[in-house]
């Protein structure tokens, strides 16, 4: 079984232990960068790819010259994206909750009467398109 970096500290590991994210999971690479920089840029792998396999987020860092550096603000960056997707789950799941027990609770009786008053006045102009359309 991997393990994750040694880079990581301990808060960074902690986070990705209680997201449920496994070592295994996560596929890391080495690339060359692209853009400015010049020789340096295109003839050193300090870019750090990280893609979590079960749920697909990628992260591409190239923000530093060092990989070292990269590699630390990738496995960061990665941590919030995962906590991002989680938070972003329950809060759809709390919305949905939410839609379906405003839709099932009760009207209250002032509701209820500008609801029958409402149909009521719809019926009326309904009703008088129906007997004036007898003159043309």
Known sequence: MAEFPEILEAPLRAKFVSLGVRADDVEERFVRGAGAGG???NKTSSTVWLRHRPTGVEVRCQRERSQTTNRLLAWQELAEKLAWR???AANAAQA???LVRRQKRQK????KARMIAGKKHRA???GARRGGA???
């Open 86 to 88: 989680r938070a972003e």
């Open 124 to 126: 009326k102009i309904r």
């Open 134 to 136: 007898e003159g043309w």
């Open 39 to 41: 020789q340096k840029i």
């Open 108 to 111: 209250s009786r002032g509701q």
């Open 96 to 98: 949905a909750r939410e």
